[in-house]
């Protein structure tokens, strides 16, 4: 039996054709189609899903087939939001989409009759889907960047986190917030702590997070990460995805596992405390410590001997201690500077600061660089994401623009 055409396939993109009833590509696609609906199964496809560019459809409901050329949509009704949406194109991926559950097209029959075909339900959304193959310029055109590098390298683990995301529910720990906005919800409670884009979970929605994102992927290698707040985990998550096969870590009552099982990425963490105890031996050095005062302002900042347990945890070439306040703090800078030789300052339009704490300082030219080329294989635009200025705040106590 024919198998549906899949994403990047690039005959998906063929125009299709009006279809005739004298023509063999509309035989063709005709007898492809009943072959397709041999089995009985309620259904809706399209020639063009199969590789066949004409513009021919065809449903099966119980015993009743209907063949119909040149299909138009007349009327839609009763619009819903379609949750968790996948097509065989696409695989795993899943999405919510507005579709209507009652359609009505009209088309020519078999004996060159026009009538028209109701469909409701299931059916009805896979013939919006089919219509999308023979209308739409790009039927994907709402794949991101991410969507497209999974689907062409095959990464199963994707599916997991995808599915994760699109489990959300009312009353649940995960709530759609918007048509592909995911909210985290501790313990079922009202407030969301933070929000996820389920279409591209690789990019944070705040322009905070996906600075903080920006920085620690130009900066680092992203193999070890240590947060210590949940409202950085859109985050975390992106910076897993981007990282294949990195590790984070964090204290267990400050990180909530549930959702981390419920997304699939669990086995990445390990319970850290970073306590005073120093690295453990064998234990690799962190190359990323998270810290935000915007997101949690309550959170008490990291006194003097906090400093000091980061700068012995962090890899001594590339370990970065990043810290986001909601404005420049002049104490934690000369704090930033007794502890780190070098220490720089990411201002946002709206008076945010970003600090970001190194051992070593690899030179604005080499990072900039690694900004670019980071970009070109992760999809994400660093350049713009980093955009503002950077200060390197000198021992002297001045501020050199980058």
Not at 66 to 90: G, H, K
Request: with cysteine.
């Amino acid at each position: 039996m024919a198998e549906q055409l899949a994403y990047p396939d690039p005959r998906i993109y063929m125009k299709p054709l009006a279809a005739r009833l004298e023509d063999d590509d509309t035989r063709a696609a005709l007898r492809l189609l009943s072959d397709v609906l041999a089995p009985r199964r309620d259904r809706v496809v399209a020639a063009p899903a199969y590789g066949l560019p004409v513009r021919v459809i065809a449903s099966r409901r119980g015993d009743d087939v209907r063949y119909l050329l040149n299909p138009r949509l007349i009327e839609a009704s009763d619009l819903v939001i379609n949750v968790a949406e996948t097509c065989p194109q696409t695989g795993p991926i899943r999405r919510s989409v507005l579709r209507a559950r009652n359609v009505t097209m009209s088309g020519t029959g078999l004996r060159g009759e026009q009538f028209v075909l109701k469909l409701e339900g299931v059916q009805a959304f896979e013939a919006q889907m089919a219509l999308d193959l023979m209308e739409r310029p790009d039927p994907f055109d709402w794949l991101t960047a991410y969507h497209r590098h999974c689907l062409r390298v095959g990464e199963s683990w994707f599916g997991v986190l995808n599915a994760g995301l699109y489990s959300a529910r009312d009353g649940d720990i995960l709530r759609f917030s918007g048509l592909n906005r995911v909210a985290f919800h501790p313990d079922g409670t009202e407030g969301a702590l933070c929000s996820f884009d389920g279409l591209n979970p690789m990019l944070p929605i705040e322009k905070r997070h996906r600075k903080m994102l920006g920085l620690i992927s130009v900066l680092t290698p992203l193999r070890h990460v240590y947060f210590n707040q949940a409202e950085n985990l859109p985050v975390v998550v992106a910076a897993l995805l981007i990282s294949r096969g990195a590790k984070i870590y964090g204290p267990e009552a400050a990180i909530p596992v549930v959702l981390l099982e419920r997304l699939g990425i669990a086995g990445a963490f390990h319970r850290h405390p970073l306590d005073g105890s120093g690295l453990a031996a064998g234990q690799a050095p962190l190359d990323v410590v998270l810290f935000d005062k915007v997101a949690a302002p309550d959170a008490p900042l990291p006194v003097e001997a906090d400093l000091r347990q980061f700068a012995r945890r962090l890899d001594g070439m590339t370990g970065t201690l990043l810290i986001a306040m909601p404005a420049q703090d002049p104490a934690l800078e000369h704090l930033l500077q007794r502890v780190f030789p070098n220490v720089l300052a990411y201002p946002s339009p709206k008076g945010e600061v970003i600090y970001a704490a190194r051992k070593t300082w690899e030179g604005e030219a080499q990072i900039r660089a690694r900004m670019i080329s980071g970009g070109a294989t992760s999809g994400i635009d660093f350049v713009d994401t980093l955009s503002e200025p950077w200060i390197y705040l000198r021992k002297d106590g001045g501020r050199q623009l980058l």
